[in-house]
């Protein structure tokens, strides 16, 4: 289209002007959402509606280009493979989840509680892609350590599962605990050196509440960094560690369940975690343990659940699943 000023009536030239194009549809998106099937659920249309806003709105603000568009399907398609080539071991899309802090945003919103009582629950943090659902159950005071930890600090855990509300202790709450070893890597990322279930355990407490068992202070670690989350964090300038934990999932019959981890409170990644999951409450103090020929350290951690039926505590938001 031309731009040239064409002369008026009364002989005068208008300045010359560029008639204004929109640089993209503004229907296009719009049309996309519209193609919706009458079947679509209220929630499918809710979610997917705005995705499909906040993509494209994406790709216009930064202009996203088609070599880019094709880098990220590349991306995308390495992290399906490492999946599909693993056995369903490497989960890298659970760990780009995380690494954009998806997981633990969710999380946030998920478990968002409003207690009002003195006991605060426990806050929750992200499961991560390492939790198991056959974790050997085990009786109070066995150790969840199976196999040799070359420098590892044995330490006595121990505490008490405790109502949010009335401040008693929950008889038969049960505690999953699940580390890595002084290596940084959970038991199937190491067969060659760690049992299957290696430092990990499920324990029921007793009649109050109580649990005690022997693990690792944890070791801080790197993530995976030969996949897309390893991309992704070198192409941000970004660590790929995490700090020192120890994950734990709590439930009692009649409570909301909680995930959580735990930290060490002198671990130097705490502020600069690479998946955004520490917490204050989170931060935990192992003490040296003197008089126990089986460790060394000590842990006292008491958890504590609100009950299903208090108002209480408002979950805000989806259920995080993994």
Not at 255 to 263: D, K, S
Request: proline residues 7%; negative net charge.
């Amino acid at each position: 289209m031309s731009t040239t000023a064409k002369p008026q009536q009364n002989g005068d030239t208008t300045e010359n002007k560029t008639s204004h194009v929109p640089s993209f549809d503004q229907a296009f998106t719009e049309n996309c959402i519209k193609a919706f099937g009458p079947k679509t659920s209220p929630r499918s249309r809710e979610v997917f509606s705005s995705l499909f806003r906040h993509i494209h709105e994406f790709a216009r603000e930064v202009n996203l280009t088609m070599d880019e568009w094709m880098a990220g399907q590349e991306l995308l398609n390495r992290t399906g493979e490492m999946w599909a080539n693993s056995n369903h071991k490497r989960n890298e899309m659970h760990r780009l989840s995380d690494i954009f802090g998806l997981e633990s945003l969710v999380d946030e919103m998920a478990h968002k509680s409003m207690a009002e009582t003195d006991e605060v629950p426990t806050s929750s943090a992200i499961l991560g892609p390492f939790w198991s659902p056959n974790a050997p159950w085990r009786e109070l005071g066995a150790s969840i350590i199976d196999s040799p930890a070359p420098g590892g600090l044995v330490t006595l855990c121990h505490g008490k599962v405790i109502d949010a509300v009335s401040g008693e202790g929950i008889p038969g709450a049960v505690v999953d605990f699940w580390q890595a070893s002084t290596n940084g890597k959970y038991d199937f990322q190491d067969p060659d050196n760690q049992a299957d279930n290696n430092l990990r355990g499920k324990f029921k407490c007793d009649k109050n509440g109580e649990y005690h068992f022997y693990c690792l202070r944890p070791t801080a670690y790197s993530l995976p960094t030969d996949g897309p989350a390893g991309v992704i964090l070198n192409l941000l300038d970004r660590h790929p560690m995490r700090p020192a934990h120890i994950h734990v999932m709590i439930s009692g019959e009649g409570y909301r369940p909680c995930t959580t981890q735990i930290y060490p409170d002198d671990d130097p990644y705490l502020t600069t975690d690479s998946v955004f999951a520490v917490k204050d409450d989170l931060v935990v103090n192992f003490k040296e343990l003197k008089g126990d020929d089986k460790a060394t350290r000590e842990l006292v951690l008491n958890l504590c659940l609100v009950p299903k039926n208090s108002n209480k505590s408002e979950p805000n938001g989806v259920q995080s699943s993994s």
